[in-house]
């Protein structure tokens, strides 16, 4: 378990929020409570591991209304949102929405600290994939433009002639940019190319 996460538990019963508080400090794990979805959010940072707790119906601002504004975020703790009813249409809502579990307020001590810790897991591992998006984003704006092309068509399947004939230069030309784009992406062979290219978010054509 992640020492540094921290459960973030958002619910306007104060006697819950402090139930569950002493629930997840049983596990290890130290907590965070707020009132309402506006006070969480405007205290909310991106860069804080863990995983939110965050119940449907309270004033103001419902819980789906919350998991939809969090859900600009390029970085955000994966959701367990709490019900006290059992509402399909709402639980359908939230998992569409990206929310890792769905829970009655009638969950079982077992069954909360099960979606704790898959949500702090999936949370590390997607906080290390951010972070292999975000350098391989870096190198790859260190490309030229005209390398670019190349990479795209590289992607694609084309070989270097045919490269060379679509962008008008000479396969020599094709070539050098080639060998400046492996360099500069640290790639030793074409599947680490698209690998890269897949970590970084580009879009790998389907091959010609």
């Known amino acids: 378990m992640n020492e ?13 929020r402090e139930s569950l508080g002493v629930l997840i400090l049983s596990m290890g794990l130290k907590s965070k409570t707020f009132s309402s979805g506006d006070e969480f ?3 909310f940072d991106e860069r804080q591991p863990g995983c ?8 103001h601002q419902s819980g789906l209304a919350v998991q939809e504004r969090l859900a600009k975020y390029s970085l955000c703790p994966p959701i367990i949102i709490l019900t006290g009813h ?15 579990e769905f829970l009655q307020k009638t969950f ?7 979606a704790i810790q898959r949500a702090i897991l999936l949370d590390a591992e997607r906080r290390v994939a951010h972070v292999v998006a975000e350098e391989r984003a870096r190198k ?6 005209p390398e670019r092309e190349v990479l795209e068509l590289v992607l694609a399947g084309y070989p270097n002639k045919r490269i060379a004939s679509s962008l008008g230069v000479s ?23 698209v690998r890269f290219a897949i970590d970084a978010g580009m879009k790998v054509p389907d091959q010609q």
């Open 4 to 16: 540094a996460a921290t459960v973030f538990i958002v619910d306007d019963d104060p006697a819950f």
């Open 41 to 43: 959010l405007a205290s």
């Open 52 to 59: 939110i707790v965050l119940d449907v119906r309270m004033p």
């Open 86 to 100: 059992a509402e399909v249409p709402i639980a359908l809502r939230a998992l569409k929405q990206g929310a890792v």
């Open 108 to 114: 079982s001590e077992g069954e909360l600290r099960d």
């Open 140 to 145: 790859l704006a260190l490309l030229s433009q």
């Open 171 to 193: 396969q020599r030309a094709v070539e050098d940019r080639r060998a400046r784009i492996m360099k500069k992406l640290e790639a030793e062979t074409l599947p680490d190319l």
